[in-house]
């Protein structure tokens, strides 16, 4: 079986995530949030250096200033909730994922926050002048930008966007769940406000842990609150973090695996994973534009896309080919809209998406050549139902 869906999940997790959660379970098991001894303090070390793995990962100084959570969704949406207020102006790129339009659109309804849409109409780039034309004569208090689409993998360039958004005194979020572990990120460098992680992607972790990095916590409103542990003395919210924005029980064994499988890349070095990924996608990309009616979506160039490639095939529709490529030749992609509805209005993929095959950390050659062995002959044999 080749898995090529790691843009939803990566699969396999390293022996050394698998071993750091069963440890956990076996071994420590005691509350690090509630409780001061041992068995405890032992637990709130191992979440301590996940945290600092994952730090070092987002180029964060503060391991403090993470935050952990289930999954990037609950990252974004306690970003949103917890800053967006009643009156806000949001810029956002037309690739956000659903975990931020959906919360935007109800934000729109309930505290009646104003959405706008920026970047380039066909590539759906952002670049600094489109930030500087939408804020010039209109403030606008946040800019939330995904790092790089799910749906085509398009890069967006952060670091510029960030400096021209806070010359307008506009905060910038930055979704970095499909980056974080292939993508040197520099969140100190950058000057963002706010990161959105999910660790069970690129970060190989198991599923059920996500998070955020916040520069400055006092400009996030709780969301979810509740004991902070051991210093509870009233019913006020703890100020030190990451207590304030971190309540209840954590998914321990889930961080401790996460914190294993990122000391791993950081043994490995993200920019050499960076480095595999563009020479597989190219690999891909080329093979891919030899096969007459394979559309491509997203970048021609591999700087600026990450190990996604989505595509689709004259008069088929993608989840035909994703089952055809499932049955015979079991190779597991995503199909459909991919959660992405804006993005696939800006590349005409609407109703049916996109076929997408995503690499991941244990991605192979062989794997390679036998998706693009397997979708041409889906392109020359297949009967058409469209
Ligand atoms: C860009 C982006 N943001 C957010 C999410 C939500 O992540 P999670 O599945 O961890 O909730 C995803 C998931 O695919 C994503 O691709």
């Given at each position: 079986?080749i898995?090529l869906d790691?843009a ?8 050394t995530c698998?071993h750091a959660?069963e440890?956990?379970i076996?071994?420590?098991?005691a509350?690090p949030?509630?409780?001061l001894?041992?068995?405890?303090r ?6 301590d250096?996940?945290r600092?793995?994952?730090?070092k990962i ?6 403090k200033?993470?935050?952990f959570?289930?999954n990037a ?11 967006a207020?009643?009156g806000?102006?949001?810029l956002a ?14 934000l ?15 590539t ?5 002048d489109h930030v500087?034309e939408a ?7 946040l800019?939330v930008i995904?790092h790089a689409s799910n ?5 967006q360039?952060?670091?510029k966007?960030v400096?021209?958004a806070?010359?307008h005194?506009c905060?910038v ?6 980056t ?5 990120i520099?969140?100190d460098?950058?000057?963002?406000d706010?990161l959105?992680f999910?660790g ?9 842990v996500?998070g955020?990095?916040?520069a ?5 409103e ?9 210093g509870?003395?009233s ?5 030190g ?6 309540p209840?029980?954590p998914n321990?064994?889930?961080?401790a695996?996460l914190?294993?499988?990122?000391l791993g890349l950081l ?11 563009q ?5 891909i ?10 559309k491509i979506y997203?970048?021609?160039?591999v700087r ?8 689709n095939?004259?008069?088929?529709r993608?989840?035909?080919?994703g089952?055809?490529l499932?049955q015979?030749?079991?190779?597991l992609v995503?199909t459909g809209?991919?959660?992405c ?17 995503s690499l991941?950390?244990?991605t192979k ?7 693009i062995?397997?979708v041409?002959?889906?392109a020359?044999d297949?009967p058409r139902?469209?």
């Open positions: 079986m898995y790691n939803a999940t990566s699969w396999p997790k390293p022996a698998i959660l440890h956990f076996a071994k420590i098991g509350n949030k509630y409780s001894h041992q068995q405890a032992v637990g709130e070390d191992v979440m250096e996940a600092s793995n994952v730090a987002l180029g964060v100084k503060q391991p200033h993470i935050v959570t289930l969704t609950e990252a974004l949406n306690r970003i949103l909730w917890g800053y207020d009643r806000f102006r949001v790129s037309r690739y956000e994922h659903a975990s931020i339009t959906r919360p935007l659109s109800i729109k309804k309930r505290r009646r926050i104003k959405i706008e849409r920026i970047g380039d109409p066909v759906g780039i952002i670049s600094p500087h804020c010039e004569n209109n403030p606008a208090n800019l995904t749906l085509t993998g398009t890069l360039p952060v670091d966007i400096s021209a806070h010359e005194g905060a979020l930055a979704d970095v769940a499909q974080a572990g292939v993508l040197p520099k969140a460098k950058w000057g963002v706010f959105a999910a069970h992607k690129h970060l190989l972790g198991p599923m059920g996500g955020f990095y916040v400055d916590p006092d400009m996030l709780p969301v979810i609150v509740g004991s902070a542990g051991p509870d003395a019913d006020e919210i703890p100020t973090m990451p207590s304030r924005l971190e209840g029980t321990a064994p889930g961080i695996g914190g294993a499988s990122c043994d490995k070095g993200v920019s050499n994973i960076r480095k595999e990924h020479r597989l996608t190219k690999k990309l080329d093979a891919f534009r030899e096969v007459p009616g394979l997203g970048p021609a160039d600026k896309r990450t190990g996604i490639i989505a595509f095939i004259d008069g088929l993608p989840c035909e080919v089952e055809y499932d015979k030749f079991e190779i995503r809209l991919c959660s509805y804006w993005g696939n209005e800006l590349i005409g993929t609407i109703p049916d998406g996109v076929v997408r095959a991941g950390y244990f050659d062989d794997d390679v050549e036998l998706l062995e397997a041409g002959m889906i020359e297949l139902s469209v």
